[in-house]
């Protein structure tokens, strides 16, 4: 549904999320190479979000913790490496492994400038 490192999907914040314009605006701090992105999101990924927004839209961090062993308050991205594992095992046709290389291919392809 999105590309993106499990670390900055794990940290993603509510306030990074424009849903009408289908959006994700990632800090430049938040990212690897210190450039900030706008990720475009997929229909179903705004779907999806909306449908997760009661369970912690009043929290900083779409993926809220309670659990955290480190001070976060967020998953850790070991989680998000996890569920994914878990989905591809259970899905008849494995997702797309979430890497910037399949993201630039992809909107190359839709003629999508980077």
């Known amino acids: 549904m999105l590309f993106a490192r499990p670390a900055n999907l794990s940290a993603a914040e ?3 999320f424009d849903l009408d314009a289908a959006e994700w605006r990632i800090a430049a701090d938040k990212m690897k190479m210190d450039n900030a992105q706008i990720v475009p999101l997929s229909t179903q990924a705004v779907a999806l979000l909306r449908d997760i927004h009661p ?3 009043n929290q900083q961090y779409v993926f809220a913790s309670n659990q955290s062993k480190n001070g976060e308050k967020h998953i ?3 989680s ?3 569920a994914y594992g878990v989905w591809a ?3 008849s046709t494995p997702p797309t492994v979430s890497e910037p290389q399949p ?3 992809c909107m190359n392809k839709a003629s999508i400038p980077i």
């Open 14 to 16: 509510w306030s990074e």
């Open 55 to 57: 369970l912690s839209g």
């Open 76 to 78: 850790s991205r070991e």
């Open 80 to 82: 998000i490496g996890a």
């Open 89 to 91: 095992t259970k899905a």
């Open 103 to 105: 993201a630039r291919f």
